[in-house]
Nanobody
């Protein structure tokens, strides 16, 4: 009953910036954490960044210092600001919401993904 919709992906040159958004819809009481994952061609899906309900953030070493995750609690929306983008950042980026409490259950949800391509 919960849906996550990502937006903001696209084509950008190396060194450029992009901001991804993910909005969770449905009757949601609370979310323990929201995160961004990515999957590049031929590679496994990896965690990029996560933010918990208390605002604690964590990042993959490969993006630390370049990416910033933030959350707008009133909209159940999470953002990923990506700066100094590199070709190796090219991947499909997926939004994840963990520990989502609704009127009927507590579960995790995934978005459909948005393509980010970094190329000159």
């Amino acid at each position: 009953q919960v849906q996550l919709v990502e937006s903001g992906g696209g084509l950008v040159q190396p060194g450029g910036s992009l901001r991804l958004s993910c909005a969770a819809s449905g009757i949601i009481f609370s979310i323990n954490s929201m995160a961004w994952y990515r999957q590049a061609p031929g590679k496994q899906r990896e965690l990029v960044a996560v933010i918990t309900s208390d605002g604690t953030t964590n990042y993959a070493d490969s993006v630390k210092g370049r990416f910033t995750i933030s959350r707008a609690n009133t909209k159940n929306t999470v953002y990923l600001q990506m700066n100094s983008l590199k070709p190796e950042d090219t991947a499909v980026y997926y939004c994840n919401a963990a520990g989502v409490t609704t009127p009927t259950r507590r579960a995790d949800y995934w978005g459909q993904g948005t393509q980010v391509t970094v190329s000159s």
